[in-house]
């Protein structure tokens, strides 16, 4: 049985998942972008490119009376995570400290379903 992965290192596994998925999604689309309609037709999907023009505001072409106006901004509160690697300095397993007796019961979300954290 593996222990349970934190929600911290979970995080930052699929982060690291995630880098790698957008990294080959880029190759995959610069790829389709380039090559013609006829060598995007795979077998269970067919490829289309669309291009689309949009509009946006570009803040350095307005007046800087404008841009310094807080009466203009609107204020989001977000939530930010930031992972930074913990130093490796010894090995410890749930399992083992539940052997000996020093680990309380750890529950962590899981992929699959909710469960509380204790």
């Known amino acids: 049985m593996t222990d349970p992965l934190h929600p911290a290192d979970e995080l930052a596994a699929l982060r690291a998942r995630i880098t790698a998925l957008r990294a080959r999604h880029d190759l995959l689309r610069a790829h389709l972008i380039a090559t013609d309609d006829a060598s995007r037709s795979g077998l269970r999907h067919i490829a289309r490119v669309e291009t689309r023009l949009t509009d946006r505001i ?7 009376v404008i841009r310094d106006d807080r009466t203009f901004y609107t204020t989001t509160e977000t939530h930010r995570i930031l992972l930074t690697p913990r130093p ?8 083992s400290a539940a052997a000996s007796g020093d680990a309380q ?3 962590y979300p899981s992929s699959t379903g909710t469960q509380p954290l204790s």
Request: hydrophobic content about 30%; glycine content about 0%; cysteine-free.
């Open 88 to 95: 490796v300095r010894r090995t410890y397993s749930a399992a």
């Open 105 to 107: 019961s750890v529950r």
């Open 58 to 64: 570009d803040p350095d072409r307005l007046p800087k």
